[in-house]
């Protein structure tokens, strides 16, 4: 199941995304992008200009300033319908 997302960009997240192939999803984050989503659980579906960038969630984990983030790896892209 998926879940369209916007991304809160705050240093607060829960989640954090990796390997996306666009720089502007990891810019100044050698970790990873962290985000808030509210289903840890779900792929996310995260508009970015015109396609969808979707992550999905892994096993994996990581520390960061006393809180645990659940990993995103990129998966694919699809493009909006005109």
């Known amino acids: 199941m998926e879940t369209e997302t916007s991304v809160d960009g705050r240093s607060t997240g829960n989640a954090v995304l990796r390997g996306s192939p666009h720089a502007s999803w990891a810019e100044g984050q050698a970790e990873g992008q962290v985000v808030t989503v509210d289903d840890?659980?779900?792929?996310?579906?995260?508009?970015?200009?015109?396609?969808?960038?979707?992550?999905?969630p892994t096993a994996e984990s990581l520390e960061r300033?006393?809180?645990?983030?659940r990993v995103f790896r990129w998966s694919h892209e699809t493009y909006i319908a005109e």
């Open 65 to 69: 300033d006393g809180r645990t983030l």
């Open 40 to 56: 840890p659980d779900l792929t996310l579906k995260l508009l970015h200009g015109n396609h969808y960038d979707h992550f999905v």
